[in-house]
């Protein structure tokens, strides 16, 4: 295999765009990554959508934004794995490079979930669930999210308060930046009082669906440097999978996904947690962001909450989270969300994240989940 | 990169599984491709699926299947791009296994469309097409083919019947197949007469939608021989484009993607058409069958209809095609045909092809497209 890296990024703001079509939404966050990479010649295009064909009546995304951005003739295609479809997309763009027969790829998370009425989006998320055995009893992931916190404060004999700390460093964040979805902050004591989603989900626990598009440019590491000033290496990749009905795991409150491929890109890139310098974590949820800490080696089970509560997850601590706000403040526009947290990691380490630089950052991960931890996609990136 | 091969298949019957639902259709195919490669450990499944989330409300199969067929943990993701979704996770399975880093692969292609009332699957399949300016207008796949058709016969002054060929020679091969949808003989001067469905495409010249599920297990070349006995291997992959929308094409009548991706697949196996012993295209309309033949170097432009004229598509024919009843007979379930396709040039290549069997088969070429040719992806397969 050859190494890889990427070399260049872009994103569109998240958020509601009732003037700006999938195409075109696609096609501003693929030509500011094309751009970015210095114009290099682009072999594929991998597309990251999930809801596509329920939400926008259109899938065949990967011939639709191709032939928008006057690169039709390409090869392309679309991966999809619910929320995770981002994380899956880059997988298979590194795929594509690493093998030698893919020299540089466009990857184009993209998602408009605002086309349709609120109730389009819930129904959508809800196909990323288990159809027969838990969408078709009206379980959505919310309510399913919801179980999932309430057997945890029930363990952990918490209030509902040990979980804010999570959403008031996501806003902390977003408020500082341009593309989130969400830029007010959250103050200390709101977040309990929120009103509720599903209880104990509240308004400032869950992230919001969104319109948004990220991109990437990947190319061989060998010719990155060449091109681009700062290439950011691709040292950690993989996939793992969990049971899709969240009834069939027989400890829910373990994330044996999100662990699996943490532990293989850890070991791709021969790093350990504490090398790890931020983490641009899949906080759909709080429940998630804490689970995903202690699945990852970040904390002990029953405890990822503390690491919120005590700072430990600012752009100033041990392991800083949501750097730009996460799925909660930047916004969580399903199968594009994986490429905004590579972008936003690629930021920090190039330097350029501005008011949310974290700094001296070398080593970046990302994971992206699909529904909730059915699938889990790891990357590690190094500059 | 490594060289890769298939060492095993599995195929359900294609028709109407009223008593089967989408995981235990695609759990079938598994397990009966693990079997017949030996069982193997599996690393990777890769779904292909067109539809799901619009027909069966379920995405994220990936974790779906994977975890159904005890797979639970490993990566898995699903591919789409429409019709041509099969091609599509073939060659992703053929990009992870190249790189080195999968070791065997399964890939998975899927749909089941009868779990709706027929306009579901109408409605489906034109989220492949261009939903802006195409679908959202009425147009639908079977209606863009029949002004294909129409300009085709218009300027080679053909009258229909030029066509029958093709649906003669799929049907006499599905009628020997006990995978085939149906399985009815096609008579010499039946075909003009059949029921319109978008004048002048007919009853007897699309293909139908269809339930089914097809799969293959993929490894490294290299160790495929001390696996199984006939190992099979991919000597050309490639994935081209066209514009998404019929209307922007300067010749609609020139499949663009369908002549670069079979080009970019000679080039890769080192073979020409002429090497060619059996050809699996996409036979979803006579018109794309025509087109096809013209594009990737068998007729000339205006005379691909010929060589089903004159018998040269027949299994005894210069460029058997459409072997085991193609898209046609054998059913068209949108993400799984390419799989079936790869499946059976396999079963060719093994001389496990029983009354279809092409004599002498040593090289196969597979040409799966989505919607009219906007996707085209090309792989050679070789013994």
């Not at 479809?85 to 466009?106: D, E, F, M, P, W």
Request: hydrophobic letters at 45%; a negative charge.
């Amino acid at each position: 295999m050859r190494n890889v890296a990427i070399i260049g990024i872009g994103q569109t703001p998240v958020g509601e765009h009732w003037n700006t079509g999938l195409r075109a939404l696609a096609a501003q966050a693929a030509r500011e990554a094309i751009e970015n990479a210095g114009s290099p010649t682009i072999d594929a295009l991998y597309i990251a959508n999930a809801f596509g064909g329920s939400i926008n009546h259109q899938s065949h995304i990967g011939a639709l934004v191709t032939d928008f951005i006057g690169l039709s003739g390409i090869e392309t295609f679309a991966i999809e794995a619910a929320e995770a479809s981002g994380g899956a997309a880059l997988r298979t763009a590194y795929l594509a490079v690493a093998s030698g027969l893919v020299n540089t790829a466009l990857v184009v998370g993209v998602e408009k979930m605002t086309d349709s009425i609120a109730a389009a989006g819930v129904k959508a998320r809800s196909t990323g669930l288990d159809a027969d055995y838990e969408a078709a009893h009206g379980a959505t992931l919310p309510a399913l999210a919801a179980l999932l916190m309430r057997r945890y404060i029930y363990e952990n004999q918490l209030d509902i308060s040990a979980f804010e700390g999570f959403s008031i460093n996501a806003h902390a964040n977003g408020s500082r930046s341009q593309n989130a979805m969400f830029r007010n902050v959250i103050k200390p004591g709101r977040f309990a009082s929120a009103p509720i989603v599903a209880d104990p989900v509240n308004l400032f626990d869950g992230a919001p669906d969104a319109d948004g598009a990220a991109a990437l440019v990947l190319t061989a590491a060998e010719r990155a440097g060449d091109m681009v000033p700062q290439p950011v290496r691709i040292t950690g990749s993989a996939a793992s999978s969990d049971t899709l009905a969240l009834h069939d795991r027989t400890d829910p409150l373990y994330l044996k996904a999100a662990y699996h491929s943490a532990l293989k890109a850890y070991q791709q890139a021969r790093v350990q947690p504490q090398d790890i310098d931020l983490f641009e974590l899949h906080d759909a949820f709080t429940i998630l962001s804490t689970l995903t800490l202690e699945a990852t080696g970040f904390a002990k089970r029953g405890e990822g909450w503390k690491l919120a509560q005590d700072g430990h997850i600012a752009l100033t601590g041990s392991i800083p989270i949501s750097t730009f706000g996460g799925l909660k403040s930047r916004g969580n526009p399903a199968g594009a969300t994986g490429i905004y947290q590579a972008a936003e990691a690629v930021l920090q380490l190039q330097g350029d994240a501005g008011a949310n630089q974290v700094e001296g950052a070398r080593t970046a991960m990302l994971q992206n989940l699909g529904g909730l931890g059915s699938t889990a996609i790891t990357h590690i990136l190094q500059i």
